[in-house]
């Protein structure tokens, strides 16, 4: 936090408005993409159970945004899954990944529609081909809020995500939620992952267009 500067409020006078071309090791995920491998493994009531999932994701760039001196690229995505075969929704999320280049940070956001929303943040170099991101409950940065049931029975602690853009132009996530589910004395690891294919290229970002 002290290493923020003293004027909060003046914004750069030379902003580039390409966000694909400012996305650091965001661009690899820029378009839209599908999984058809994915696999959930998620607790019921007798225990983990593994499921297949097939995902459907758009990551799209959005206009660079400016905190005073500070500037994010990003991307703003939809995720939407649902087992093969079947049409009705498995799981869907909304959010933005971010990136600032000035101090390597890497944000992903995420809000699902069971009540819950995560800030998870994280380090990478703009050429890094993986990279990692965090949150705990109970932190005001990077942090995990939820919904009164879901804090009851289903209190999520910690989430982390690993992405790895693959050299066959493909990308990869493995991603853990640590569970506290009411009546078990151990926390659980809902763990998912998936390897996305792009089926369409990212359009530019509306100043780019313009």
């Known amino acids: 936090m002290s290493d923020f500067p003293d004027d909060i409020y003046t914004e750069p006078a030379d902003l580039d408005v390409d966000t694909l071309a400012n996305l650091g090791p965001l661009r690899g995920m820029a378009g839209v993409w599908e999984g058809v491998k994915g696999l959930d493994v998620k607790p019921v009531g007798e225990g983990p159970d593994r499921q297949a999932f097939v995902e459907h994701i758009e990551l799209q760039p959005i206009d660079p945004q400016t905190n005073g001196p500070q500037i994010y690229y990003g991307l703003r995505y939809h995720t939407h899954i649902v087992k093969p075969g079947e049409v009705e929704t498995y799981h869907d999320q909304v959010g933005y990944w971010l990136w600032e280049a000035a101090t390597g940070t890497v944000i992903h956001s995420l809000t699902i529609p069971r009540g819950q929303i995560v800030l ?27 919904a009164p049931f879901l804090e009851h029975a289903f209190r999520t602690d910690a989430f982390h995500m690993k992405v790895s853009i693959n050299a066959d132009g493909t990308w990869s996530y493995f991603e853990e939620t640590t569970l506290q589910i009411r009546g078990r004395d151990e926390p659980f690891a809902h763990t998912d992952r998936n390897t996305l294919h792009k089926i369409a290229e990212p359009t530019p970002n509306p100043l780019m267009r313009k």
């Open 120 to 146: 998870a943040g994280g380090e990478a170099k703009a050429d890094a081909t993986e990279f990692e991101v965090f949150a705990k409950r109970g932190q005001t940065v990077y942090g995990i809020c939820s």
